[in-house]
């Protein structure tokens, strides 16, 4: 697909938005199958040390109530996961850079491993780390990692995050190479409906994640928080209904363009639909990351507004979601790791080479 194609189908409506999903549904059932891949997400802390303007727990947000969960919660959140099959887990957080939070990961990771018998496959979201670190998590028994690069265009970044050494689009592409270098199955992906952004730009996008050859993507609509700079644009957003079909698009473009990478239906998308997770799954998609967070600390971990799930709302239950599936034909695929085809098939090319050439 070139620029022209994708922008031709993000600008489509009616019968040819529907067969762009039908289609996309043909090639997801075909490269992937009709199977979802379960990540309980952990929603460690949101203490973060950095101020995206777009990000309701960001640093300069005083009204955010900070937590931080304990070791011991962590690891009983894992031991759910593990006994209910998951198969694997995310721990996300805000973005802290010391040798504390490096170490007490790392401590983590090698814990919730012994737990699960080696058997819990670990997605961190950290954000940005040195290499140093991002080799010791992954030695710790880390092996995929989500790091959006939320916009791949220098100046739309520019323009949602402060300008400093803290907050620049050169780090944040240098950490995704971190990552690949590493040997992490390494996922990215971007907020869809931002203030500033043009149908080129997401186009764009796309095609930043098909030259950077990721693994997996986690990618969402754009939702304002009051709390945060860039809700002061909110008269020039799309409405949610388009931003949700945009995510829906988007989803199915990239099923397109990368048949075989693990693709997540992310939490934004039920923020605007509660059914929106799985009317993802059912064009594109192939990963959910039910939230197996303490209920207590759901309601601090408001990135954005209307977060489903929090503390006062239904457990993100195992039944639930298998009807849900049930309704979109697929089929939750229990205790597996559900690795990204991509990555694999990337790996044993480069083992085969190595092979035959001996480099
Ligand atoms: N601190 C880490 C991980 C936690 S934030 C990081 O930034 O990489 C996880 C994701 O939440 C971010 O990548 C961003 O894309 C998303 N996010 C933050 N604010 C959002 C908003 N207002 N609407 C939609 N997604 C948002
Ligand atoms: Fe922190 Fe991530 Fe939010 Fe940015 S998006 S403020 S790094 S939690």
Known sequence: MNKADILYCLKSSGKEYEALLNFSSEQK????????????????????????YYC?????????????????EVLEAAKFAYENNFGSLVIQSGELQSENFSK?????????????????????SCGEQSEDTYKRWFDAGAHRYLLRIEAS?????????????????????????LLKKCGYQTGTGVMIGLPFQRLEHLANDLLFMKEFD????????YIEHADTPLFQYKENLLPLSERFEL????????????????????TALQAIDKNGREKAIQIGANVLMPNITPGTYRDAYALYENKPLTKSSDDDCKTCIEMNLK??????AYGAWGDS????????????HSLRTGK
Do not use: W
């Open 29 to 52: 059932k075909k490269h992937v199958g009709n199977k979802v891949y379960l990540r309980g997400l952990i929603e460690l802390s949101n203490n973060c040390s950095k101020d995206c």
């Open 56 to 72: 309701g727990i960001r640093k300069s947000n005083k009204k955010t109530k900070r937590y931080n969960l304990k070791d011991a």
């Open 104 to 124: 007490r990961i790392e401590h983590l990771l090698k814990q919730i491993k012994s737990l699960s018998d080696n058997k819990l496959g670990i997605t961190l």
């Open 153 to 177: 265009d220098k100046e739309l970044y520019a323009k949602l995050h402060p300008q400093n050494d803290l907050h620049s689009f050169e780090t944040r592409l240098k950490s995704l190479e």
């Open 214 to 221: 990721i693994d997996m993507c986690g990618m969402g609509p």
């Open 247 to 266: 995510g829906m698009k988007m989803i199915a473009l990239l099923r397109i363009m990368m048949p075989n990478i693990n693709i997540a239906a992310t």
């Open 327 to 332: 309704g979109v034909e697929n089929k939750i």
């Open 341 to 352: 085809l991509h990555f694999k098939a990337k790996t044993s090319a480069k083992n085969l």
